[in-house]
Structures are given as structure tokens and as C-alpha cells.
């Protein structure tokens, strides 16, 4: 999947229209650090999955696990009144998700919020979609202050496009903004 990423973004970036006239770093400078350090971490997962593979459902060495007592106290209470040995769970399991499982909600959710983002873009703008998605992807991700949530997506939207305005030149999507503001072109 990162691979595929990387993959997609570099097609992006050779694909982009460049103006002849864009200076240094230019529009690509980002993207080709964003897509050189997705290579890297799908090699890093790579390798992490050659060195150490799960062990898949009926494998004969899935059984022989090795781990502690101690490990098994620090994650739940631990039934040693009987010779089979039984972990019961401390933790809620609705409101927590389960290590080694997909959380499907809050992969929907980011799904979701991203592709409403490349909707609104060019109609809403910059300013207002990139907050949108940063306040949709923080309560996707478990927050529970939804107004200081709004605060800080609107601030850090509008950070990011100062710089890519006054600091790199390049001008981000406006839509009904246009005019308000005097950075906003």
C-alpha cells in the first residue's frame, strides 16, 4: 500500500506542469521529499515483515509463543486456578480498538474525509476544505473537543497557506474566498 502511494505520487510529480518560470525549490521540491520518504518506509516495512512474520492460522509454530508472565500481568489479569492459563481483558472493547486488527471505522472515516477534500477543493478553497479535513480527521482519530479542534484547523489551514503563499510563491486554491483576504489570491 505505501509502495503504491509512492508509486502514485511519483507519477504525479513527473506528470505536474511545472511554469517556466518557478523558482527554486519550486512546486515539486515538497512531493519529491514526501514520495522519497514513502520509498523509504515501504522498504522499512519490507524488511520488517521478511525479519519477523506473523504467524498465519494453523501454522505449527503459531503455538509456540514465547511470552512472559510479566507481559501477560501488564496486559490483563491472568486465571492461574486452573492449567490452561486465560487472559482476560481489562481494557473495553468498544471503545478500544484491538492491537493487529484493522479499525475499519476510522479507516473509513479518513477515506472519507479525503475524498471530500479533493471535492471541495477548488469550490470551498484551501483555506476552509484543509481545515474541514483537519477537524474531520482528528475526530476520526478520537478527539473529543470538537470546537478547539475547529481553532486549531483553521490556524494551522491558514499557516500552511501563508507559506506556500508568501514563502514559496505558489497559490493554493481560493474558491469563495476569493478577495476576503489579501494573502488569499
Known sequence: MTLGIAVFLTVGIVTMDVPEGAGSPGP?????????????????????????????????????????TDLLNDVGDIDTTSEIRVIRSTVNPKTTSKIGLTDWKTTGIVLASV?????????????L??????????????STRPLFDIGVSLIFSSCMQLAFSAGLGLTLPSGILTGVFSWIN
Do not use: C, E
Open 28 to 68: 515539486t521540491f515538497f512531493p519529491i521529499i514526501v514520495a522519497g520518504l514513502l520509498y523509504v518506509l515501504a522498504v522499512l516495512l519490507a524488511v520488517q515483515v521478511v525479519r519477523a512474520p506473523r504467524p498465519v492460522d494453523g501454522d505449527s509454530n503459531s503455538s509456540r509463543v514465547g511470552v512472559s
Open 115 to 127: 475524498i471530500i477534500f479533493v471535492l471541495i477543493l477548488q469550490p470551498i478553497g484551501w483555506l
Open 129 to 142: 476544505a484543509a481545515a474541514a479535513l483537519f477537524w474531520a480527521l482528528a475526530w476520526a482519530l478520537g
